[in-house]
């Protein structure tokens, strides 16, 4: 998937971010619980573990990132030491991965972060901006 502001969708494939889903866990009705996403290709070797991630730093824009998400807003220990197990097993450096706080408030905690204050719409298990239309 490419991702892009919305200005820039007519150069998306030239400007744009790819962001990979590598692994995506679901509940026994079908309803996602986790994901695992990289921003692009691992293209930078750990020279301590030999395990490659993707460029990070101040100019990282683009093919960058590494992502656990999940449904809950607190993901459970095991299942993020699961996550972290798997990645490890892929040979994903998983030594920069940040723990990210979660509920009312603390959006707040990160300087420089820069949140969309765009009251959302839930559909299922879509979530899409509020006066956009459903899918």
Known sequence: MTVAPCPLLPAMSLLGGAYWVIKADKDADGKYLSAIVMGGPPTVQNSKTGDCTTMDGPF??????????????EMDPVVLQEQKDWLKSQR????????????????SDYPGAFLKNTPLKFYDDVVYPAGSTRR
Not at 60 to 73: D, F
């Open 92 to 107: 994903i450096d998983t030594s920069k991965l940040l723990p990210v706080r979660q509920g009312d408030g603390w959006c």
């Open 60 to 73: 990282a824009r683009n093919n960058a990132g590494l992502w656990i998400l999940s449904r809950k807003p």
